[in-house]
């Protein structure tokens, strides 16, 4: 079984520039939630696929998007880059409704984003 | 809007102390989650606390859960340096399975 995958590890980009980021969720898993999270603080939610289907949102512009393929892994797809955009972006796979109780989510090992 | 609050926010303490954290949440919610993350690295599932009274123990860890107080702990028992990292809770948003987090809690256990 092989765990939540992110790529790149690490990236640099400037100003109004656009990024993506990528990851794969672990075997079995149909869901995948994508978070910032800034030093020093505790993740915020970005938002969830679920089936290909975006299932919920958290506080973010519309500049930030995202998408699901069959296979379950997942696009986190920024425009126009901020300074403020600078941080961890990790992604998290997990059981979706109907397959569990529960909502435990098993975290990739993040995309540090720099922004110049 | 769900809030959910840690205290404390940093600790530092000796290696075979006991201490605990707490985690207040504002909303009804019995699916509460604990993970700790290491520096620089990713965040690692702790417990998942199901239920009112649910317990959970690994270690020199252990944390509980009390929905009618909205309160989570987390406890350490005779620390050693290697728990030190910091360790965050997260409570499901029982409408559609998004997790809000504390600010987390960060744990020096010195020598």
């Known amino acids: 079984e092989t765990g939540v995958t992110q790529s790149p590890t690490h990236l640099i980009k400037t100003r109004g520039q656009q990024v993506t980021l990528r990851c794969s969720s672990q075997s079995g898993h149909n869901t995948v939630s994508w978070y910032q999270q800034a030093l020093g603080q505790g993740p915020q939610f970005i938002f969830q696929y679920y089936r290909e289907e975006e299932n919920g949102r958290g506080n973010f512009p519309p500049r930030f998007s995202g998408l699901q393929f069959p296979n379950y892994s997942s696009e986190l797809n920024v425009n126009a880059l901020e300074l403020d955009d600078s941080a961890l972006y990790l992604c998290?796979?997990?059981w979706g409704p109907g397959l569990a109780t529960h909502n435990e989510q098993f975290f990739g090992p993040g995309t540090r984003l720099t922004v110049l | 809007e769900l809030k959910v609050e840690q205290n404390p926010l940093f600790l530092s303490m000796q290696e075979g102390k006991n201490y605990t954290i707490y985690c207040n949440y504002s909303t009804t919610s019995d699916r509460l989650y604990w993970y700790r993350q290491d520096p620089g690295k990713s965040l690692e599932s702790l417990f998942v606390l199901l239920s009112n009274g649910a317990v959970k123990q690994e270690g020199r860890l252990m944390a509980s859960l009390d929905t009618k107080a909205r309160l989570s702990t987390l406890h350490i028992t005779a620390a050693v340096h290697d728990l030190s990292a910091t360790y965050f809770c997260a409570v499901d948003m029982d409408s559609n399975y998004q997790l809000i987090w504390g600010a987390g809690t960060k744990l020096i256990i010195k020598p």
């Open positions: 998290a796979s997990s």
